[in-house]
């Protein structure tokens, strides 16, 4: 399995912009489809986005289209969601996924998780 590991969340205002990334290693990142998704306290977790092995396909949740940019970089074993005009519904834990296939927007489909990385917008 590949082992997922997130970073960038922190607090901001609403409307502001955040870049989370997503180091992967224990295997070849472009061997795996990969997905964010997020959780919001007392709610189910939700995807967010996904992409595929070279970033030729993307997939979002309507919630985000527009506004937040899935990509990876192979070479550098990482993926981003950029994150723009953030709202206060956005807050939510944010976890990586992987999957040697597209396993589509139900989470428990998708084979490794990071530990997530918090993101608060207030407003």
């Known amino acids: 399995q590949v082992q997922l590991v997130e970073s960038g969340g922190r607090t901001v205002q609403a409307g502001d912009s955040l870049r989370l990334s997503c180091a992967a290693s224990g295997r070849t990142l472009s061997r795996y489809y990969m997905g964010w998704f997020r959780q919001a306290p007392g709610k189910e977790r939700e995807f967010v986005a996904a992409i595929n092995l070279f970033g030729s396909d993307i997939n979002y949740a309507d919630s985000v289209k527009d506004r937040f940019t899935i990509s990876r970089d192979n070479s550098k074993s990482t993926v981003y969601l950029q994150m723009d005009s953030l709202k206060p519904e956005d807050t939510a834990v944010y976890f990586c996924?992987?999957?040697?296939?597209?396993?589509?927007?139900?989470?428990?489909?998708?084979?490794?998780w990071g530990q997530g990385t918090q993101v608060t917008v207030s407003s």
């Open positions: 996924t992987a999957a040697p296939r597209y396993k589509g927007n139900d989470y428990a489909s998708w084979d490794s």
